[in-house]
């Protein structure tokens, strides 16, 4: 397609724009949810969720696990080892790096965080019945799979 000549179809038809856009504008309110109810950044917050989920997590798993930069990710996991939610341990696989794992102050957050995370959910994809939640679940895993690298 030549610079000159736009697609027939308009920008906000796309699927990649109204993801885009459903995910800002969930965004912005679990943030503010976080912050609210927890005093916690979003980073933290999606750290806290993950590393309370999938322990024991180098920084880099984290970030992954997370969907955040290596950088945000080691940011967050040493904001919340400071409000004592996480415990930070020398790795036995990698002598330079460290194993991430929740407090029991951590994990009981964590609970509160994932009760947030669930009805967040629900707000969000309560407009559709339980069999098209499936369905788009099983949709968004092929795209997911295909997405990656």
């Not at 933290?44 to 945000?72: M, Y």
């Not at 080691?74 to 996480?86: I, M, N, T």
């Not at 407009?127 to 679940?137: D, G, I």
């Amino acid at each position: 397609m030549s610079a000159s000549r736009a697609p027939a179809v308009p920008l906000d038809r796309f699927l990649s724009y109204r993801l885009h856009q459903v995910n800002k504008l969930t965004d912005k309110a679990s943030s503010d949810a976080y912050a609210q109810e927890f005093g916690l950044p979003v980073g933290e917050a999606r750290c806290l969720a993950a590393i309370g989920t999938f322990a024991p997590l180098s920084v880099s798993q984290l970030a992954a696990r997370a969907n955040l930069d290596k950088a945000q990710a080691s940011r967050a996991a040493q904001a919340l080892v400071e409000r004592g939610l996480v415990a930070k341990e020398a790795s036995e696989a990698d002598a330079r790096g460290v194993v991430l794992q929740p407090t029991a102050a951590g994990r009981r957050l964590w609970a509160k965080v994932m009760q947030l995370i669930a009805r967040r959910n629900d707000e969000i994809f309560g407009c559709l019945t339980r069999s098209e939640r499936q369905q788009l679940a099983q949709l968004l895993d092929r795209v997911l799979a295909n997405a990656r690298p």
